[in-house]
Each structure stands twice: as C-alpha cells, then as structure tokens.
C-alpha cells in the first residue's frame, strides 16, 4: 500500500513547478507595461531580464548551504513564499534601480525554488520508483501558459500592473498553502562529496554541466530566435513567423509530458543520445535547406529532442547530493544567461542561420555529453 505522502507528494511538487512557471510568464508578459511605467529603453529592460539570470546564475553559494541546512522541503516553503511577494514589489517599483534589485532577488529565489523542489521531485521517484521528473517539467510549461491566458484577462480587467501582480501573488500564495503540508518531509542533508563543494567539476561530473549547459543555450535560443529567423532567412510574416516558436514549445510539452514512460524504457543515457543527434541533425538539414517549413519542421525537431535534458541531468545531479543538483541548475542558468546573446554575436558577424548552426552544435554535444555521464 503506497504510503499517503508518497501519493500526495507528487502532486504537491506539481504545484511548485506550475508557481514557477506562472512567475516567469506573469512579469514575462507584462514587460512592455513595466518598460512604459518605469520609463525603460530597450538596452535598459535587457538589463532588466539580465538582473533575474545573473541573480540565478550567482546563486549557487546560497542555493546549497540552504539545502544543506534545511533540507529541500524547508527551502521549497521559504522560496515559494518569498516569489509572489518579489512579483508584487515589482509592481510596485518606483524607479529603475529598484527593479533590478527586485529581479535579482527574484532570480535568487526562482533558482532555489527550482533546486529544491527537482530535489523533491527526485526524491520523490526513487521512493515511488516511478519516474515523474518528466512530467513535472511539462507542468512547468503550463504555469508559463497558464499566466499568459490569465495577464491576458487582467489586462483587459484591470490594466494596472501593479493589481495584476497582487492576484497573480494571491493564486501562488493559494497554491502553495495548498502544496506545503503535502510535500515530501526531508531533514537537512549533507552533500556526499563534502571535500569538493566548490571545487570546478572534473570527469563524468563535467559532462552532467556540459550536458545542462548545452541544453539551455538550445532551449534559450529557441525561444528568443526562432520568430526572427523565419522573419529575416525565410522570408515568413511576421503572424507566420510567431509559429517557429509554437512549434518547438508544442513538441517540447509533449516529448515533456510523454518522457517519463520513454526513460523508464531506455534510459537517460539512450534518450539524451538520440535526442541530442535528432535535435542537432534536424536543425542542421532545417538551416541547409533554408525555407520557411523546413525550418518550422527543424524548431519541432529540436523541441522534441532536447524535451528529457533538463528531467534527466536533474535527476543525476541530485543523486550526486544537494550540492552537485546546485551546479549542475546553476550551469543551466548560466547556458539560458549566455545561450541568447552569443546568438546574435554570430548572427552580427555573419548572419542568423550561423549563429542557429551553434544551436545545433550545441544539441550534438548534448548527445556526446549523454555518453559520458554516469547515469
């Protein structure tokens, strides 16, 4: 008989990924509305979205003494609880400064949420000994959509970003008073490689960072490129253009929502292998052929394919201990903070079917990479 917090949990740990999700999309949407009331320029609001990575990225020291010393449950509470009140100040910015104050709190924040709660996860499927990591990342993506449909309404309702922000921070509140007795209890745990907390990673450790790294520089370029390209290479309008990346997101969701089942079959190593090469392969011909369908088919070929890296390097990581699942996300926010920008380095030197050739260089060393971790 499976025990009642073993059947709860999950869906607790559910919870937090959807509160995750509805963050990043709920300020995602209403930038043009902050850029208008803050009085932003373009570089400005760059800056804006880079305060949030850089807060993620240089959070790893804070990120594994808390999991250390309370234990990812306790992180989860105090992380979920702090984001929606971080929404609610960003409403509230008087100036500029303060945003990015406010952002980069709130990347330090999203970064131990989403360690703490990919540890539960974890945890979670070891005990049940039924993979969920999967679909746990693909209710992730509802929270993103999910808040887009509700800024959708509220702008409509309420065009003030400030109310906005104070019902999308009730909701989370709401749902995290809900998840919070149902989570999984965990005691403070001490990592199990104690004598090498912050030294750079070497062997097998390395590829598991080089896999999460590549991995987030596709899924980042993905979504920031994928529109301009089709635009400026194919030739596509600009309505046509917005379906590269509906495309990526639609296969990644349900790659996502199927993954679980597909890794249960043929393992994390076998997985990221063929998905790394079909994500790689399939941009690579997309580009070569040039066009507007062959490259909507290549961004759902990508999204299919690099769909089980974040599930999969997760789940190795926290195997590792507390401290190794710290790095191996920080890497990713690094890889989603720098993935972007080289991008277009590329693409101003040349154009932007080079600078998506990285891309597709980058979901090949996800497959070599998958060769190299001990799984």
């Known amino acids: ?19 995750l999700g509805f963050n990043y999309g709920s300020w995602a949407t209403r930038l043009p509305a902050l850029k208008a ?28 003494t808390l999991l250390r010393k309370l234990g990812a449950q306790r992180c989860c509470w105090l992380s979920a609880a702090l984001i929606p009140g971080l929404l609610i100040l960003l409403g509230l910015a008087p100036n500029y400064p303060f945003a990015l104050v406010v952002m980069v709190f709130e990347g330090v924040a999203a970064a131990c949420l989403n360690v703490a709660m990919n540890a539960q996860g974890v945890d979670i499927e070891l005990k049940r000994r039924k993979p969920i990591m999967s679909r746990l990342h693909a209710v992730f993506s ?92 194919a030739g596509a309008s600009e309505q046509w253009a917005a379906l590269g990346l509906a495309a990526f997101t639609v296969t990644m969701f349900c790659a996502r929502w199927l993954g679980d089942g597909w890794r249960a079959r043929w393992g994390s190593a076998r997985l990221l292998q063929v998905g790394g090469s079909v994500a790689g392969i399939g941009l690579a011909l997309g580009l070569l052929l040039g066009g ?8 759902a070929l990508v ?49 932007l079917g080079w600078g998506l050739a990285v891309v597709a260089g980058s979901a090949a060393l996800i497959a070599l990479a998958a060769r190299r971790i001990a799984w």
Request: proline fraction near 8%.
């Open 1 to 19: 008989m499976t025990n009642p917090s073993l059947r709860h949990a999950p869906y607790a740990v559910a919870s937090l990924f959807f509160l």
């Open 37 to 64: 009331q803050l009085e932003l320029g373009p570089a400005q609001v760059g800056f804006l979205l880079l305060a949030s990575g850089l807060g993620a990225v240089f959070s790893f020291p804070i990120t594994a």
């Open 142 to 233: 509802l929270g993103g959509l999910a808040a887009a449909l509700f800024a959708s309404q509220m702008i409509r309702l309420l065009p003030s970003v400030t109310l906005h922000f104070a019902a999308a921070a009730i909701l989370m509140w709401a749902l995290l008073a809900w998840a919070a007795p149902r989570l999984l209890p965990q005691a403070p745990e001490p990592d199990r490689q104690p004598g090498k907390r912050f030294s750079l990673p070497s062997g097998a450790a390395l590829w598991l960072g080089i896999a999460a790294l590549a991995g987030t520089v596709v899924e980042g370029s993905m979504s920031d490129w994928t529109a301009l390209y089709l635009k400026e290479r």
């Open 292 to 299: 507007f369908w062959p490259g909507l088919l290549a961004f």
């Open 303 to 351: 999204g299919l394919g690099v769909a089980a890296v974040s599930p999969c390097v997760y789940i190795a990581g926290a195997k590792q201990g507390p401290v190794a699942l710290a790095a191996v996300t920080t890497t990713g926010a690094v890889g989603a903070l720098l993935g972007p920008p080289l991008i277009g380095f590329v693409a101003h030197a040349s154009h």
